[in-house]
């Protein structure tokens, strides 16, 4: 099991640090390893859930080499008649990553943890350990307190812009860790931003849900860039509004109809179709709450937008 799961964040890597280890994902298996803080070497490796048979050849030669061996059940992976209702391929998947493995996981494994009093219970005869779900630095409030979003919230008749501001949201989200963005995008457009990290891509919406949605959700900064297509020659401006109703700070293309609408520094900014720019302004606003809380007055007022 990687370090990039709800059950690794909650479960394993403070039950890690707990025993005084460094948490560490192998890259050459995929399997999670607490080293030893001053040698740095793994004493203990975590099967997780799932196991392919490369992944066992490493076990054992981890065993062989003094290695504590652990393996990890969040689920009940090990009894096929608890899996009925389940998706087919869900029931595949623990069958051939999990269930077909039973004997020589449990073999290889010199203790079983296990995630709550059921499975503690069902599987005794195994003698596991029942690990507390805690908080861990990848969970923590302080990140929360610190995120900012930003949200671009097109339509499907706005492909030239998503595929315009992709470049320009890897380049922020890899200048900026504490920035996440929101994009809502049919299932064509989400393809494009799948890779990218702390991006949800929602999907498209009515506009009674979408109302219903954003006056629910606030946002720190709202995109609206308008590539140069005869289309976009006709948009209006009801991003201004749309934007300044979940209290985000809008950045607009410098072009009619916001050109009309927006002042510079004041109640938003206006920018060149510049990828760079956009990079800069986005990454600026972002490290700046002062700013933009003066800025989303103006725009309340302008666009008459009630607190």
């Not at 097109?154 to 470049?167: M, N, R, V």
């Not at 302008?302 to 009630?306: A, D, K, L």
């Given at each position: 099991m990687s370090q990039n799961t709800p059950s690794a964040d909650y479960l394993l890597l403070p039950k890690l640090n707990a025993l005084g280890l460094n948490a560490h994902t192998d890259e050459a298996t995929g399997l999670?390893?607490?080293?030893?803080?001053?040698?740095?070497?793994p004493v203990l490796t975590v099967i997780g859930r799932y196991v392919n048979a490369q992944q066992l050849r490493h076990l054992s030669a981890y065993k062989r080499q003094g290695c504590k061996l652990v393996y990890f059940m969040d689920d009940d992976l090990l009894d096929p008649s608890t899996w009925v209702g389940l998706p087919w391929r869900y029931r595949w998947k623990l069958f051939r990553w999990a269930y077909v493995y039973k004997r020589q996981l449990l073999a290889l494994a010199d203790e079983v943890w296990v995630s709550t009093p059921y499975l503690q219970n069902k599987y005794a005869h195994l003698r596991p350990h029942v690990v507390t779900a805690q908080p861990s630095p990848h969970t923590s409030q302080g990140q929360h307190d610190s995120a900012v979003l930003v949200c671009y919230h097109?339509?499907?008749?706005?492909?030239?812009?998503?595929?315009?501001?992709?470049?320009v949201m890897q380049e922020v989200l890899q200048r900026n860790p504490q920035v996440h963005?929101?994009?809502f995008a049919d299932k064509q457009i989400a393809s494009l931003f799948r890779q990218l990290?702390?991006?949800?891509v929602l999907h498209p919406m009515s506009w009674p849900q979408y109302l219903a949605y954003t006056q629910s959700?606030?946002?720190d900064i709202g995109l609206a860039p308008l590539s140069p297509t005869l289309f976009n020659a006709a948009r209006g401006a009801v991003k201004c509004m749309d934007y300044t109703r979940m209290n985000a700070v809008g950045?607009?293309?410098?072009?009619?109809p916001y050109r009309d609408h927006v002042r510079h520094g004041s109640n938003g900014l206006l920018l060149p179709h510049n990828h760079a720019v956009w990079v800069q302004a986005i990454s600026d606003l972002a490290h700046n709450k002062a700013q933009r809380l003066q800025m989303l007055a103006e725009a309340k007022s302008?666009?008459?937008?009630?607190d």
């Open positions: 999670l390893q607490g080293l030893d803080p001053n040698h740095h070497q097109g339509t499907a008749s706005h492909q030239a812009d998503f595929k315009w501001l992709l470049p963005f929101e994009l990290p702390r991006t949800a959700r606030s946002a950045i607009y293309t410098n072009v009619p302008s666009f008459s937008v009630e």
